[in-house]
């Protein structure tokens, strides 16, 4: 299988739909799978929130989203940290 | 289980002594006052690398100080709000639950034991949500769903109508519907899980609803999603964790009706 990588956009109880509080991305090949998010600490780091969401965790919602739109979750994300310094 | 301390800071010691001018470091040399060296010495004179050397370390201080601070209020403010979670668990939510449980014989309450959740995971959570998601302490306090939790165990000829009618039993007890998530189509776990909010308070608790099947792949995966939860496990492992997950999960029987119960909102 080739490299698939899908996006998921994080809803919290103080983000939306519109403004995700952050986003997540899951890379799969044959052997392997990798969750990883991106938030306010501006980097990609393992994350275990997908894995909690399947198992009915309803801390957050997960909503799966193209590349594009998790590009601009990021940009936005680090404009706002930046604006926060 | 990793316990993440919030009452002291990252570095090694939080209180450092402050370091006063003769002990800042001070290894360069300037190029620009060699006056300043040849009157009064290299470390004695107030030269500007020395001033800044100085600015530097007061601003090092002050932030150490702040982060101390910000720990201590961190910790005292998690405190309070587990206090407040706790009796509203022991005093309102638990009495009523066990009154719910006791209109049908037919299905039981399980785990109430850990009806609420530890301080440690508590303050787990909260830490993640100020450093991941950049949110106030009370905002992570709040937005905790699953402080209070209730597990209802069905036969699974009873599933479906007994969570429609302990739904209905709740509501009559003033409890509102937040939201409810079935996952009885998903593979990697089976059941539906609610969320409601208290009247008067709006303290959140969350109850689940299993068959006993459901319940035990349930806990027989624990291990498999605590060490996804709560590691960093290798995309190998990752992997493996969720196959597994997925393979226990695939023997869960599914109760009729139960796939046809509608998530809220």
């Given at each position: 299988m080739p490299t698939k990588v899908t996006y998921y956009a994080i809803v919290d109880?103080?983000?939306?739909?519109?403004?995700?509080a952050g986003v997540l991305r899951r890379t799969e090949t044959d052997e392997e799978q990798s969750d990883e998010q991106f938030g306010h600490d501006l980097e990609w780091t393992y994350s275990p929130l997908l894995y909690s969401y399947e198992r009915g965790n309803m801390d957050n919602k997960l909503y799966e989203i193209t590349a594009a739109e998790a590009n601009q979750i990021v940009a936005r994300i680090r404009r706002t940290v930046a604006g926060e310094q | 289980m990793v316990v993440v301390r919030i009452d002291q800071s990252d570095g090694d010691d939080g209180h450092a002594p402050a370091p006063d001018a003769s002990t800042a470091p001070d290894t360069r040399e300037s190029p620009d006052t060699p006056a300043a060296s040849e009157t009064t010495g290299a470390r004695d004179g107030p030269t500007a690398p020395d001033a800044e050397t100085e600015r530097q370390a007061r601003i090092a201080r002050v932030m150490e100080h702040r982060a101390t601070a910000d720990a201590t209020y961190r910790a005292y403010a998690i405190d309070q709000a587990y206090e407040k979670v706790r009796d509203i668990e022991r005093g309102t939510v638990t009495p009523a639950m066990k009154r719910i449980e006791a209109e049908d014989p037919d299905r039981h309450l399980v785990g109430l034991e850990n009806s609420l959740k530890g301080r440690d995971r508590l303050t787990e959570k909260v830490i993640f949500d100020v450093q991941k998601k950049g949110v106030t302490v009370e905002q992570a306090v709040a937005n905790v769903k699953d402080a209070i939790r209730y597990t209802f165990c069905y036969s699974e000829d009873a599933y479906t109508e007994g969570v429609y009618a302990d739904c209905e039993r709740l509501a009559d007890k003033g409890f509102e519907l937040v939201e409810r998530r079935n996952s009885w189509d998903k593979e990697q776990y089976k059941g539906i899980n609610s969320r409601w909010r208290v009247p008067g308070n709006g303290q959140l608790f969350e109850l689940q609803f299993h068959t006993q099947a459901s319940l035990d792949a349930k806990e027989e995966t624990h291990w498999a999603y605590e060490k996804l939860r709560v590691g960093v496990p290798t995309p190998t492992e990752q992997r493996e964790l969720e196959d597994y997950q997925t393979r226990i999960t695939a023997r869960v029987p599914i109760p009729r009706g139960a796939q046809d119960t509608p998530d809220y909102p």
């Amino acid at each position: 299988m080739p490299t698939k990588v899908t996006y998921y956009a994080i809803v919290d109880d103080y983000s939306s739909r519109a403004e995700p509080a952050g986003v997540l991305r899951r890379t799969e090949t044959d052997e392997e799978q990798s969750d990883e998010q991106f938030g306010h600490d501006l980097e990609w780091t393992y994350s275990p929130l997908l894995y909690s969401y399947e198992r009915g965790n309803m801390d957050n919602k997960l909503y799966e989203i193209t590349a594009a739109e998790a590009n601009q979750i990021v940009a936005r994300i680090r404009r706002t940290v930046a604006g926060e310094q | 289980m990793v316990v993440v301390r919030i009452d002291q800071s990252d570095g090694d010691d939080g209180h450092a002594p402050a370091p006063d001018a003769s002990t800042a470091p001070d290894t360069r040399e300037s190029p620009d006052t060699p006056a300043a060296s040849e009157t009064t010495g290299a470390r004695d004179g107030p030269t500007a690398p020395d001033a800044e050397t100085e600015r530097q370390a007061r601003i090092a201080r002050v932030m150490e100080h702040r982060a101390t601070a910000d720990a201590t209020y961190r910790a005292y403010a998690i405190d309070q709000a587990y206090e407040k979670v706790r009796d509203i668990e022991r005093g309102t939510v638990t009495p009523a639950m066990k009154r719910i449980e006791a209109e049908d014989p037919d299905r039981h309450l399980v785990g109430l034991e850990n009806s609420l959740k530890g301080r440690d995971r508590l303050t787990e959570k909260v830490i993640f949500d100020v450093q991941k998601k950049g949110v106030t302490v009370e905002q992570a306090v709040a937005n905790v769903k699953d402080a209070i939790r209730y597990t209802f165990c069905y036969s699974e000829d009873a599933y479906t109508e007994g969570v429609y009618a302990d739904c209905e039993r709740l509501a009559d007890k003033g409890f509102e519907l937040v939201e409810r998530r079935n996952s009885w189509d998903k593979e990697q776990y089976k059941g539906i899980n609610s969320r409601w909010r208290v009247p008067g308070n709006g303290q959140l608790f969350e109850l689940q609803f299993h068959t006993q099947a459901s319940l035990d792949a349930k806990e027989e995966t624990h291990w498999a999603y605590e060490k996804l939860r709560v590691g960093v496990p290798t995309p190998t492992e990752q992997r493996e964790l969720e196959d597994y997950q997925t393979r226990i999960t695939a023997r869960v029987p599914i109760p009729r009706g139960a796939q046809d119960t509608p998530d809220y909102p």
